[in-house]
Nanobody
Framework: QVDLVESGGGWVQAGGSMRLSCASF????????MGWHRQAPGKQRELVAM???????QYADSVKGRFTISRDNSKSTVYLQMNSLQPEDTAVYYC???????????WGQGTQVTVSS
């Protein structure tokens, strides 16, 4: 059973933009905070951004001002708009959902983002 399905990864040149999408099949969507993490080769998985059902957001310092997380509750989908991409943004990006009550976390399968210099 696949609960979170990411799309939108690929290759882009430095300075370019990309938008990731994550469709959630977990219901009700409004009970889950949603987020994006990333994992580069040889590094630990790290938080990129999170968004609550009400729209409050949190970002890693490394992406503030460049990335924007948003959600469309009517489509049960979360987005990550990435601008001014740099080679250090290269990683597998994972969508996650966090139940507001139990804190149970689900992960998507990941999507590769490659930024070339």
């Amino acid at each position: 059973q696949v609960d979170l399905v990411e799309s939108g990864g690929g290759w882009v040149q430095a300075g370019g933009s990309m938008r990731l999408s994550c469709a959630s099949f977990i219901r009700p969507f409004a009970l889950y905070a949603m987020g994006w993490h990333r994992q580069a080769p040889g590094k630990q998985r790290e938080l990129v951004a999170m968004i609550t059902p009400g729209g409050s957001t949190q970002y890693a310092d490394s992406v503030k001002g460049r990335f924007t997380i948003s959600r469309d509750n009517s489509k049960s989908t979360v987005y990550l708009q990435m601008n001014s991409l740099q080679p250090e943004d290269t990683a597998v990006y994972y969508c996650n959902s966090d139940h507001l009550g139990s804190r149970a976390r689900n992960w998507g399968q990941g999507t590769q983002v490659t930024v070339s210099s």
